[in-house]
């Protein structure tokens, strides 16, 4: 079966990665939109079109990162290729034998949750959600985008062991028992397993990968030139390309390729009007993990010190997405129906922040002895709480308990700055109001000082008031980064960064306003209860 061949636009880094090193082992921790997708579907690729029957693991943490987030950035690439779904290859579905497809080298039983090609290679789905997934596969290579999210003590016992045999189909090739991991730059210990991975990377070996490359096009330049003259090629050279190219093979066999690298490496394609929106759009530190891919460390004398990676947990709706049959156009369209952690007939505990530049609103349920914080949502500059509430009211348009228990204290009382001389409550109320929803408002008072909140929030996350709070990690990415690193000065919150003037370097957007929702939500719901609260329905919570 013939595929079309595009010319492919390649920054420098990819270039590097995938044409010149092409090392065994890749570890690319990079930015927002850097094109970590293109990486994925040129190394995926090579690996189906030159390994024709081998198995590939797709590993993700759970399988709504799968469904929405890798296969789909990588698998648009393909398209744009000419690599058509249904032709050359498929998902979900067993490939009928009308297609004429090769069958792949060792029989798959169930392809519920396969990627097939056309000519016999496969790849399995992955999620670590749904335990088991590896077991009794001996897999070529090994394909682990999002790796942050990866919990790595199970990838360990689970799949990195299945990572093996088969040479006696692949083991001519340098890639095969390859493995691809990607990232951007996580901020917690646990996600940061794979950043060790620079220890195993030996600068000497890829630089001499490169000088070998160069070496084998030097001499390759020279012998179309002899050819276009019309003289044969001297022996010797034909003899030191096999030789460059044999010693080339080796040398990447044996590589571990590690970079950390930046958005801003992909300037050329984004331009840089969008680095700019991203970081008006982003609070700060997530600005800088997810696009300058710093490294950040958390401090462990936070304001938030009880919380521990035991206080986050995953639900995907594994049947939403099983329902959705990789209909990935479907899966783009957000809503809770992907989310396992809500419970539709109950309403939703809602806490803000309301600042100049930028708008929070944190999203809860009580769930036994549980605080569920489902989701998080924020605006930024000219979207303000009108359109926040849009964005909370699409998401949960299939709610069925169409009702919300809005916390809120003094500050909400305000209004100036943001909408004009409404105050914030009112604006949030009329606007659920007008979008058909009822709002239960509870007035929680004052604003509690630091110290009060800071002692009740963390007995909370100890277990020893009535409820302890609980992170959905998917819906609350930028909460987390915001939370897990709010700071500590003279015995309060350390909210400096929010009064600065804004600069290139320090936007206006300030890392604790997402922090200061999740507060009011929390004591809302401890403190004052209005929620029916539910028996948690899974023990993974």
């Given at each position: 079966?013939?595929?079309?061949?595009?010319?492919?636009?390649?920054?420098?880094?990819?270039?590097?990665?995938?044409?010149?090193?092409?090392?065994?082992?890749?570890?690319?921790?990079?930015?927002?939109?850097?094109?970590?997708?293109?990486?994925?579907?040129?190394?995926?690729?090579?690996?189906?079109?030159?390994?024709?029957?081998?198995?590939?693991?797709?590993?993700?943490?759970?399988?709504?990162?799968?469904?929405?987030?890798?296969?789909?950035s990588?698998?648009?690439?393909?398209?744009?290729?000419?690599?058509?779904r249904?032709?050359?290859?498929?998902?979900?579905?067993?490939?009928?034998?009308?297609?004429?497809?090769?069958?792949?080298?060792?029989?798959?039983q169930?392809?519920?949750?396969?990627?097939?090609?056309?000519?016999?290679?496969?790849?399995?789905?992955?999620?670590?959600?749904?335990?088991?997934?590896?077991?009794?596969?001996?897999?070529?290579?090994?394909?682990?985008?999002?790796?942050?999210?990866?919990?790595?003590?199970?990838?360990k016992?689970?799949?990195?062991?299945?990572?093996?045999?088969?040479?006696?189909?692949?083991?001519?090739?340098?890639?095969?028992?390859?493995?691809?991991?990607?990232?951007?730059?996580?901020?917690?210990?646990k996600?940061s397993?794979?950043?060790?991975?620079d220890?195993?990377?030996?600068p000497?070996?890829?630089?001499?990968?490169?000088?070998?490359?160069?070496?084998?096009?030097?001499?390759?330049?020279?012998?179309?030139?002899?050819?276009?003259?019309?003289?044969?090629?001297?022996?010797?050279?034909?003899?030191?390309?096999?030789?460059?190219?044999?010693?080339?093979c080796?040398?990447?066999?044996v590589?571990?390729?590690?970079?950390?690298?930046?958005?801003?490496?992909?300037?050329?394609?984004?331009?840089?009007?969008?680095?700019?929106?991203l970081?008006?759009?982003?609070?700060?530190?997530?600005?800088?993990?997810?696009?300058?891919?710093?490294?950040?460390?958390?401090?462990?004398?936070?304001?938030?010190?009880?919380?521990?990676?035991?206080?986050?947990y995953?639900?995907?709706?594994?049947?939403?997405?099983?329902?959705?049959?990789?209909?990935?156009?479907?899966?783009k369209?957000?809503s809770?129906?992907?989310?396992?952690?809500?419970?539709p007939?109950?309403?939703?505990?809602?806490?803000?922040?309301?600042?100049?530049?930028?708008?929070?609103?944190?999203?809860?349920?009580?769930?036994?002895?549980?605080?569920?914080?489902?989701?998080?949502?924020?605006?930024?500059?000219?979207?303000?709480?009108?359109?926040?509430?849009?964005?909370?009211?699409?998401?949960?348009?299939?709610h069925?308990?169409?009702?919300?228990?809005?916390?809120?204290?003094?500050?909400?009382?305000?209004?100036?700055?943001?909408?004009?001389?409404?105050?914030?409550?009112?604006?949030?109320?009329?606007?659920?109001?007008?979008?058909?929803?009822?709002?239960?408002?509870?007035?929680?008072?004052?604003?509690?000082?630091?110290?009060?909140?800071?002692?009740?929030?963390?007995?909370?996350?100890?277990?020893?008031?009535?409820?302890?709070?609980?992170?959905?990690?998917?819906?609350?990415e930028?909460?987390?980064?915001?939370?897990?690193?709010?700071?500590?000065?003279?015995?309060?919150?350390?909210?400096?960064?929010?009064?600065?003037?804004?600069?290139?370097?320090?936007?206006?957007?300030?890392?604790?306003?997402?922090?200061?929702?999740?507060?009011?939500?929390?004591?809302?719901?401890?403190?004052?209860?209005?929620?029916?609260?539910?028996?948690?329905?899974?023990?993974?919570?």
């Open positions: 079966m013939e595929t079309q061949h595009q010319q492919v636009y390649l920054n420098d880094v990819q270039r590097d990665i995938m044409t010149v090193v092409q090392a065994r082992d890749t570890i690319l921790v990079a930015g927002r939109a850097f094109g970590k997708g293109m990486v994925h579907a040129l190394w995926n690729r090579r690996n189906f079109e030159r390994m024709p029957g081998s198995i590939t693991g797709f590993v993700s943490a759970n399988i709504k990162r799968a469904l929405t987030n890798t296969l789909p990588m698998l648009v690439h393909w398209e744009k290729w000419g690599l058509k249904n032709i050359h290859w498929a998902i979900g579905i067993k490939p009928p034998k009308a297609w004429g497809w090769k069958e792949p080298i060792f029989p798959v169930n392809y519920e949750n396969v990627l097939s090609f056309y000519n016999g290679s496969v790849g399995y789905i992955i999620s670590q959600d749904r335990s088991g997934t590896s077991n009794s596969q001996s897999y070529d290579a090994l394909d682990i985008d999002e790796a942050k999210f990866i919990d790595y003590m199970q990838l016992d689970e799949t990195l062991p299945a990572l093996r045999g088969n040479r006696q189909f692949f083991g001519k090739h340098f890639f095969h028992h390859s493995t691809l991991i990607s990232s951007d730059m996580p901020v917690t210990k996600g397993w794979f950043l060790e991975w220890k195993k990377c030996d000497e070996v890829i630089d001499l990968i490169r000088a070998t490359v160069y070496e084998i096009r030097a001499i390759e330049k020279r012998v179309a030139e002899l050819q276009k003259r019309g003289c044969p090629p001297p022996d010797y050279l034909r003899g030191e390309l096999r030789r460059l190219h044999r010693t080339l080796q040398l990447r066999a590589a571990v390729d590690y970079r950390e690298v930046s958005t801003i490496d992909n300037m050329v394609v984004l331009g840089e009007a969008f680095i700019k929106q970081k008006r759009d982003l609070p700060p530190l997530t600005f800088q993990t997810s696009v300058l891919c710093k490294r950040i460390g958390i401090a462990a004398d936070g304001f938030y010190s009880s919380m521990t990676e035991a206080h986050k995953s639900a995907p709706n594994t049947s939403y997405f099983d329902n959705c049959e990789y209909d990935f156009d479907k899966l369209d957000e809770s129906l992907q989310d396992r952690d809500v419970d007939k109950q309403p939703l505990c809602l806490g803000f922040d309301y600042n100049a530049n930028i708008n929070w609103a944190v999203i809860g349920q009580p769930r036994g002895n549980k605080l569920l914080v489902l989701k998080s949502f924020f605006v930024k500059f000219e979207r303000k709480l009108v359109e926040l509430v849009d964005d909370i009211c699409k998401y949960y348009r299939f069925k308990n169409k009702k919300v228990i809005f916390y809120f204290d003094q500050t909400a009382k305000q209004g100036a700055f943001a909408v004009n001389s409404i105050t914030f409550e009112s604006v949030i109320t009329n606007a659920f109001r007008a979008r058909g929803w009822l709002v239960e408002r509870v007035d929680i008072g004052p604003a509690m000082n630091h110290m009060a909140k800071h002692l009740l929030i963390n007995r909370m996350f100890d277990g020893r008031g009535h409820l302890i709070p609980m992170f959905n990690r998917e819906n609350n930028d909460l987390l980064v915001s939370v897990q690193t709010a700071g500590v000065y003279n015995g309060k919150k350390d909210k400096r960064g929010e009064k600065l003037a804004e600069t290139e370097e320090d936007r206006l957007e300030s890392r604790t306003d997402g922090s200061d929702a999740f507060d009011t939500l929390c004591i809302g719901c401890e403190n004052f209860p209005r929620h029916k609260s539910t028996v948690a329905f899974t023990s993974s919570f």
